[in-house]
């Protein structure tokens, strides 16, 4: 009669474990420290991000706080290596009133600035930003095509983005000056008639600094809006190609 070794399958198994718990441990830390992914649900920042998009956003652009963390454990306060973005960086952040929700806006208004909108134009300190009609935003849905104005806006610094206006005269579109205080910043969508943003103070306001959680990198994969990311057997009709591997800007 003889006995099988069973010694060699156990220590298979076994190394199967630590490779499976070294490679969650090695994207637990990927997806703290350096990069995590994120989906777009929503419209408000069209035509930079569409609905079905996913990209990277980097968690130490801006150094850590507790959002920083899986479920945001409250084991400290402030930011760690903290530093204050550039004007135009798009930015995952979570409001004081939500905490346990992203959202994702362009950085409009650094702290100690006065932001206002007359007429759809954003003014910084007084000074009207540049605004420049271009070509519409065009979506296609069910054969039936959809134009929507579009301007180039080019902030103080230099950077160049573009904007929606759905609405003549839409509802934030003329503002009361919005003080932003110290230790805060003024988000707004790009989507300008179809985002809640810092114009909105019942609901978002300016957003502390410990609020950020990153800063928009990388687009990595994109769907056609209505599409499920796991139908990959539809992929080569539902992915938008064209947007694979673009920068965030």
Same mark, same amino acid.
């Given at each position: 009669?003889?006995?099988?070794? #069973?010694?060699?399958? !156990?220590?298979?198994?076994?190394?199967?474990?630590?490779?499976?718990?070294?490679?969650? /441990?090695?994207? /637990?830390? &990927?997806?703290?420290?350096?990069?995590?992914?994120?989906?777009?649900?929503?419209?408000?920042? !069209?035509?930079?991000? /569409?609905?079905?998009?996913?990209?990277?956003?980097?968690?130490?652009?801006?150094?850590?706080?507790?959002?920083?963390?899986?479920?945001?454990?409250?084991?400290?306060?402030?930011?760690?290596?903290?530093?204050? $973005?550039?004007?135009?960086?798009?930015?995952?952040?979570?409001?004081?009133? %939500? $905490?346990?929700?992203?959202?994702? !806006?362009?950085?409009?208004?650094? $702290?100690? %600035? !006065?932001?206002?909108? &007359?007429?759809?134009?954003?003014? &910084? #300190?007084?000074?009207?930003?540049?605004?420049?009609?271009?070509?519409?935003?065009?979506?296609?849905?069910?054969?039936?095509?959809?134009? +929507?104005?579009?301007?180039? %806006?080019?902030?103080?610094?230099?950077?160049?983005?573009? +904007? @929606?206006?759905?609405?003549?005269?839409?509802?934030?579109?003329? +503002?009361?000056?919005? %003080?932003?205080?110290?230790?805060? @910043?003024?988000?707004?969508?790009?989507?300008?008639? #179809?985002?809640?943003?810092?114009?909105? @103070?019942?609901?978002?306001?300016?957003?502390?600094?410990?609020? /950020?959680?990153?800063?928009?990198?990388?687009?990595?994969?994109?769907?056609?809006?209505?599409?499920?990311?796991?139908?990959?057997?539809?992929?080569?009709?539902? &992915?938008?190609?064209?947007? @694979?591997?673009?920068?965030?800007?």
């Amino acid at each position: 009669m003889t006995v099988a070794d #069973n010694s060699k399958d !156990k220590g298979g198994i076994g190394e199967t474990v630590r490779v499976v718990i070294h490679a969650l /441990l090695i994207a /637990l830390v &990927i997806r703290t420290f350096l990069f995590q992914p994120f989906n777009i649900p929503s419209g408000s920042m !069209k035509d930079t991000l /569409l609905v079905g998009d996913y990209l990277f956003v980097s968690k130490f652009a801006y150094g850590y706080s507790k959002f920083s963390l899986p479920f945001s454990p409250n084991l400290f306060q402030g930011r760690i290596m903290g530093s204050v $973005p550039s004007r135009g960086d798009v930015v995952v952040f979570r409001l004081p009133r %939500e $905490p346990d929700v992203d959202y994702i !806006k362009r950085v409009i208004g650094l $702290p100690g %600035e !006065k932001i206002q909108v &007359i007429g759809g134009v954003v003014h &910084i #300190n007084g000074v009207a930003v540049k605004r420049e009609r271009v070509d519409d935003f065009v979506e296609v849905e069910d054969g039936r095509e959809t134009r +929507t104005r579009r301007y180039r %806006e080019t902030l103080p610094n230099g950077v160049v983005h573009y +904007t @929606l206006d759905l609405y003549e005269n839409g509802f934030y579109d003329n +503002t009361p000056v919005y %003080e932003v205080p110290a230790g805060h @910043l003024f988000m707004m969508g790009d989507n300008r008639d #179809n985002s809640t943003d810092s114009r909105v @103070l019942s609901q978002v306001g300016p957003i502390p600094l410990d609020n /950020l959680v990153g800063r928009a990198e990388l687009l990595f994969f994109s769907i056609e809006e209505g599409e499920r990311a796991w139908a990959f057997w539809r992929w080569p009709w539902s &992915i938008r190609w064209t947007r @694979l591997a673009n920068l965030v800007r």
